[in-house]
T-cell receptor, first 111, second 114 residues
Framework: LAKTTQPISMDSYEGQEVNITCSHN???????ITWYQQFPSQGPRFIIQ???TKVTNEVASLFIPADRKSSTLSLPRVSLSDTAVYYC????????????FGTGTRLTVIP | EPEVTQTPSHQVTQMGQEVILRCVPI?????FYWYRQILGQKVEFLVS????????KSEIFDDQFSVERPDGSNFTLKIRSTKLEDSAMYFC????????????FGQGTRLTVV
């Protein structure tokens, strides 16, 4: 399994764009990059997933460079309700597809 | 929107007692999971279940733990003889075949062993 490294914590002001970078140097050819969000006392929630280049949905964008050894989750114009822990996961898309969570990045949005 | 539901939301049990945590996954999903999260720590994988059998289990999932899908809808985690260190939030998750790595998590059961 590819090991992931993320900053432990980040602070941002409301309305700012937040970029959280995850390193995954030993990502395998068939691995996907997936990001989850977790609010206190709730289960993780899927945000976005990608394999290469850029993926965008209504919540976030995911940027993946050509070498795929890192990825950046971009949250546009954060609000207080975006305060949460964000997890980067790397693994294959098929099979039981067990998700292994690292320590994540605790994002605190400041008014 | 379909969701994974877990019951109870909070359970307090005496050390050494058996507990059963219940989950109703999303109805057309094929893969089922249990995770736990000790307060302030990361989400830890316990076990995955597919085609009525365990696919993979972690080192945490020892002989004290078992999972079952007794009917077409419920997915349960049993802890036979609880220890103080089993106190944690337990999350159930499910996924269908087509959504790659998008799993849907329940709201969790907070287990407190006293």
């Amino acid at each position: 399994l590819a090991k992931t490294t993320q900053p432990i914590s980040m602070d941002s002001y409301e309305g700012q764009e937040v970029n959280i970078t995850c390193s995954h140097n030993n990502i395998a050819t068939n691995d996907y990059i997936t990001w989850y969000q977790q609010f206190p006392s709730q289960g993780p929630r899927f945000i976005i997933q990608g394999y290469k280049t850029k993926v965008t949905n209504e919540v976030a964008s995911l940027f993946i460079p050509a070498d795929r050894k890192s990825s950046t989750l971009s949250l546009p114009r954060v609000s207080l309700s975006d305060t949460a822990v964000y997890y980067c996961l790397v693994g294959p898309p098929t099979g039981a597809n067990n998700l292994f969570f690292g320590t994540g990045t605790r994002l605190t949005v400041i008014p | 929107e379909p969701e994974v539901t877990q019951t109870p939301s909070h359970q307090v049990t005496q050390m050494g007692q058996e507990v059963i945590l219940r989950c109703v996954p999303i109805s057309n999903h094929l893969y089922f999971y249990w995770y736990r999260q000790i307060l302030g720590q990361k989400v830890e994988f316990l076990v995955s279940f597919y085609n009525n059998e365990i696919s993979e289990k972690s080192e945490i999932f020892d002989d004290q733990f078992s999972v079952e899908r007794p009917d077409g809808s419920n997915f349960t985690l049993k802890i036979r003889s609880t220890k103080l260190e089993d106190s944690a939030m337990y999350f159930c998750a499910s996924r269908d075949r087509s959504t790659a790595r998008e799993a849907f998590f329940g709201q969790g059961t907070r287990l407190t062993v006293v």
